[in-house]
């Protein structure tokens, strides 16, 4: 079964890529908002209470930044 996965990223960060890198290496979809282009998707982050990226959202969960081990565990 696969998880729905969401990336808030941005075009400059650099942890953003590292994540998406990694969730495509280990065959993982995911819908990706870009918060540098697309206002929807900043609103929606801001809503949440983020003002940086990446947030990665993984069927309601919520980890702020790039981190594997969390990110592992949510996708088992």
Same mark, same amino acid.
């Given at each position: 079964?696969?998880?729905?996965?969401?990336?808030?990223?941005?075009?400059?960060?650099?942890?953003?890529?590292?994540?998406?890198?990694?969730?495509?290496?280990?065959?993982?979809?995911?819908?990706?908002?870009?918060?540098?282009?697309?206002?929807?998707?900043?609103?929606?982050?801001?809503?949440?209470?983020?003002m &940086?990226?990446p947030?990665?959202?993984?069927?309601?969960?919520?980890?702020? &930044?790039?981190?594997?081990?969390?990110?592992?565990?949510?996708?088992?």
């Amino acid at each position: 079964m696969s998880k729905n996965v969401v990336v808030y990223s941005s075009d400059t960060c650099v942890y953003c890529k590292d994540a998406k890198d990694y969730l495509h290496s280990i065959g993982v979809a995911y819908t990706e908002k870009n918060v540098s282009t697309d206002m929807v998707a900043r609103k929606e982050l801001m809503k949440k209470g983020f003002m &940086g990226v990446p947030v990665i959202e993984i069927e309601g969960e919520t980890i702020q &930044g790039f981190d594997k081990e969390r990110l592992d565990d949510l996708l088992k």
